[in-house]
């Protein structure tokens, strides 16, 4: 709940719901942070994620921000799980409504974190005469191919390791394991790879996630939270696509204890040419700016 009053709830046109709040009557200095939130899984209702809004055992963003001086402003989306496309739109058009209620600003500032940080760093490219800078945490900027690949390779190299423990592929998840994940099969995944930390270190080491593999409990943190993706976000993402994303058709994997026959026997896929590109010309950032963006990736 944010200091300062909420001066306007509302709904979108595109049925995205957005909140503004501004200071304390006069303390307004003039500016708006606009904030893009992170990933919601698809199945959720569309609505603004709460939980993502206040900062670890701290106040809420919009708290810190009137608090400041800026006016705040943030939208759901008018869809869950991929949603980048829709995120840049939809904060285009809430700055519009800021515009219409409350003038306009000196200078309007947008900040996200995961999906929202690719959503800021897209915005920021392509709507300079909108942003006079942005703040992009932990997202998916630089290579969106290569982030849909390294959850993928975590997938089939934990398949590889214990097949049929997860139903459905990399590229598609059955609804009861979507359903049933936090419930029957997180609790399967994490006895399973806890039942043998030789086998976590090696999954971890061949599919490059960054952390590190002697650290069991870090370990299986990162693999549960990169398998929560590929069963949460496969589906939504081969849907808004336009086609399956995933690619390991070439990739030669390496770090395990036979490398060889993993090779052999870990599942391929090749990626449709509509999603591959749909992602080029929609999801990949160019690294040509005209206005400062601070890129701040995982601590």
């Given at each position: ?29 003039g ?13 959720a ?27 705040f ?24 409504i ?7 600003p ?5 900040a ?5 940080g ?37 997938r ?8 049929g ?39 971890v ?6 952390v ?11 693999l ?20 399956q ?43 040509r ?11």
């Amino acid at each position: 709940q944010a200091a300062g009053p909420l001066r306007e709830e509302g709904r979108q046109e595109s049925g995205a719901v957005y909140r503004i709040y501004m200071p304390a009557q006069g303390a307004w200095n003039g500016d708006l942070v606009v904030y893009a939130h992170g990933y919601v899984p698809p199945q959720a209702p569309v609505g603004i994620p709460d939980d993502q809004m206040s900062l670890p055992g701290g106040p809420s963003l919009a708290e810190v921000t009137t608090a400041l001086g800026y006016a705040f402003a943030v939208t759901s989306y008018r869809t869950n799980g991929l949603a980048v496309p829709e995120g840049v739109a939809d904060i285009l058009d809430l700055v519009q409504i800021f515009q219409r209620g409350h003038g306009q600003p000196h200078h309007v500032y947008l900040a996200g974190v995961s999906e929202g940080g690719l959503i800021t760093a897209l915005a920021i490219e392509r709507h300079p005469e909108v942003f006079a800078g942005g703040l992009a945490v932990c997202g998916p900027v630089g290579d969106f191919r290569q982030q849909i690949n390294y959850i993928g390779d975590v997938r089939v190299v934990f398949d590889y390791f214990y097949p049929g423990l997860l139903p459905g592929s990399p590229v598609n998840v059955p609804p009861e394991v979507i359903n049933g994940w936090a419930a029957t099969y997180r609790p399967k995944v994490e006895a399973a790879l806890r039942a043998k930390p030789e086998v976590v270190a090696q999954i971890v080491t061949v599919a490059h996630v960054p952390v590190n593999p002697g650290n069991l409990d870090e370990a299986v943190a990162a693999l549960e939270n990169l398998l929560w993706y590929s069963v949460m976000a496969t589906n939504d993402g081969v849907a808004k696509l336009g086609g399956q994303p995933f690619d390991n058709s070439d990739r030669v994997y390496a770090g395990s204890r036979d490398d060889a026959s993993l090779n052999r026997g870990v599942a391929r896929f090749r990626a449709d040419v509509a999603a591959v590109h749909r992602m080029q010309s929609q999801y990949q950032t160019s690294g040509r700016l005209r206005v400062p963006l601070v890129l701040m990736p995982r601590l």
